[in-house]
């Protein structure tokens, strides 16, 4: 599907903690990521499991305090990004690596035009002078189908849609190695985000743009990702291709939330949720995190935290049936 | 054909005339403003008025030189708003009250919002430890009322027109720092902060760029008013002695040798206490239309 298949983003043993003065928040622990050149990859999972604060951690912009990465590496080009200086860092940052956030609404500076915050990018990355750079801001507006005669404009003339268009222009001003989109189209409307996802495939294929899609509904990854990543409570639990994943989820979690996902060739009266609530990230519980709502769970579950399991070729599972301890099919 | 010709040309008009600067726009917006634009107006007099100052009336013989003749005469054709008690001409020496007035309220105001400003910016956008320290330090300051402040900074420098606009300055630091601090408090826990930070600007760059324009409308606001306060408090300081030195003319000292005349000589105080109101509504009136003008969000 990709077109090379050089190694992008290679994330080992991700650990990521806030300390407060209520508890230490364990908001990433241990997440594996590997993504390839112009590779999209689906990171799906509820409010709280962490989704954020590992797209936060990528771009070493977790507020610190509270904030702090405690553990692992974070391989990109081959150089890790635990390691660079910050100076180093700020020239990645919106260069190679930019990030697409939540809201539009209040991602956009509102005193500055929309031509001046893809021109500043564009300024602080590229050796170009003033005009250049705001004809360049013009050029991106236009590719992400604004007229370039809106630069001057300022964000509150633009609707909901139109702004996180310009976000998108501001995040490929650079022409980035990875795109981290996060929620991009949550706080859009349904038919406004077909357009916005329509335009980051497009634009990512052009460029060849990595991308990691941060979504909590299925429906967008299945239209725009290559992989999928599924998080709960700060872990992945599974992981697979997009193919694999949708024909043939196994992690009792993920089968869950397709449980959850209205069927249009089945008629049922009500949908069968996940039930009960995240955990509280301040106090995990021992085990394997997803236990206390597992269909399947035993008692070694609460005990023995799961392995990551290779049950098919790049699909990965966390959970005790496919370490062959717990004696249960997990279906559909 | 034709038309779809003028259609375009139209567009590139439209075009062209959306080129402006932001200066440009906020003034376009400012014009509208009617109260603003009055503001503006008697301001501008007043400016021109203290520019020119030595061209309408000569200092050595008008302004200061003793004419008891004359003295406490009423407004006349030759001396339009009357005479002091010295028999000198009170709209000459309101002229050349305008030039110290002005040059203090400005650059005092000036002083208090570049200290307090970048004291209030680092506070608030750093925090910690930084934050509590220079705060404390505000506090204090605070705690002494401003125009106590300024009279023993007069005292301890002497008067003198520098130390009267660092006195009056200073006095008003930690108001400006603790607005400024306010405002970036809240501005830096906003989204598009962190948007900057990600596409790789730097703490300068955030600073600069995104946090002190959107900040910069309480400063504004507060800061027309403060020069209107500084004039004040120059009156003041000058009221009691402490400030421009007799015979120099300044609309507060002006004010304080006509008190004692106020029974037989009424224009001796009103007119510079005239003045001082009028300067001050202007300023308040310029400052109200400069916040809606630099909001773009109030833009029709």
Known sequence: MSKSKNKLLN????????????????????????LNEGETLGLVGETGA??????????????????????????FEGSNLLDVSEEEMRMIRGNKISMIFQDP?????????????????IEIHQDLSRQEAAKKSEEMLELVGIPGSRANDYP????????????????????????????????????????????????????????????????VVSEVCDKVAIMYAGEIIESATLEQLFTNPRHPYTVGLFGSIPN??????????????????????????FHPRCPYAKDICAKQ???????????????????????????? | MTSTLADKSRTTLKKKNKKRSQWAEVWRRLKKNKMAMLGLAIL????????????????????????LVNRLQGPSAENLLGTDEFGRDILARMIWGARVSLRVGILAVGISILIGGSLGAIAGFYGGKLDTVIM????????????????????????????????????????????????????????????????????????????????????????????????????????????????????????????????????????????????????????????????PRLKQ
Not at chain 1, 11 to 33: C, F, H, Q, R, S
Not at chain 2, 46 to 54: N, Q, R, S
Not at chain 2, 56 to 67: G, H, M, R
Not at chain 2, 181 to 205: C, H, K, M, W, Y
């Open chain 1, 156 to 219: 509150h003339q633009f609707s909901g849609g139109m702004k996180q268009r310009v976000v998108i222009a501001i995040s490929l001003a650079c022409n980035p190695q990875l795109l981290i989109a996060d929620e991009p189209t949550t706080a859009l409307d349904v038919t406004i985000q077909a357009q916005v996802l329509d335009l980051m495939n497009n634009l990512k294929k052009e460029f060849n743009t990595a991308m990691i899609l941060i979504t909590h509904d299925l429906g």
């Open chain 2, 44 to 67: 501008a007099v007043l400016i021109l008025g203290a520019v020119f100052a030595p061209w309408i009336a000569d200092y050595d013989e008008v302004v200061i030189k003793l004419d």
């Open chain 1, 50 to 75: 962490g989704k954020t604060t590992t797209a936060l951690g990528i771009m070493r912009l977790v507020p610190n305090p509270p904030g702090k990465i405690v553990s692992g590496k974070i391989e």
């Open chain 1, 305 to 332: 935290d799961p392995n990551s399991t290779e049950i098919e070729a790049q699909h990965k599972v966390k959970c005790l049936i496919y370490e062959g301890l717990i004696d249960a099919e997990v279906k559909r």
């Open chain 1, 105 to 121: 609404m209040t991602s956009l500076n509102p005193v500055m035009t929309v031509g001046q915050q893809i021109a500043e990018v």
């Open chain 2, 136 to 295: 404390r330090i505000m506090d204090i300051f605070l705690a002494i009322p401003g125009i106590l402040l300024a009279i023993a900074i007069v005292s301890a420098l002497g008067p003198s027109l520098i130390n009267l606009m660092i006195a009056i300055g200073i006095s008003s630091v930690p108001s400006y720092a603790r607005i400024v601090r306010a405002s970036v408090l809240s501005i830096r826990e906003q989204e598009f902060i962190e948007a900057a930070r990600a596409i790789g600007a730097n703490d300068t760059r955030i600073i600069l760029k995104h946090i002190i324009p959107n900040a910069l409308a309480p400063v504004i606001v507060q800061g027309t008013l403060g020069v209107a306060g500084a004039i004040l408090s120059t009156a003041g300081l000058s009221f009691i002695g402490l400030g421009i030195q007799p015979p120099a003319p300044e609309w507060g000292a002006m004010l304080a040798t006509g008190r004692a005349f106020l029974r037989d000589a009424w224009h001796v105080t009103t007119f510079p206490g005239l003045a001082i109101m009028i300067t001050i509504l202007a300023l308040n009136l310029v400052g109200d239309g400069l916040r809606d003008a630099l909001d």
């Open chain 1, 264 to 289: 249009l060739e089945e008629e049922t009266d009500r949908l069968s949720p996940v039930k009960g609530l995240m955990p509280d990230p301040t106090d995990l519980p021992s085990g394997c995190k």
């Open chain 1, 11 to 34: 994330i080992e043993d991700l650990g990521i903690e806030y300390v407060t003065e209520d508890g230490t928040v364990k908001a990433v622990n241990g997440i594996e990521i590997k």
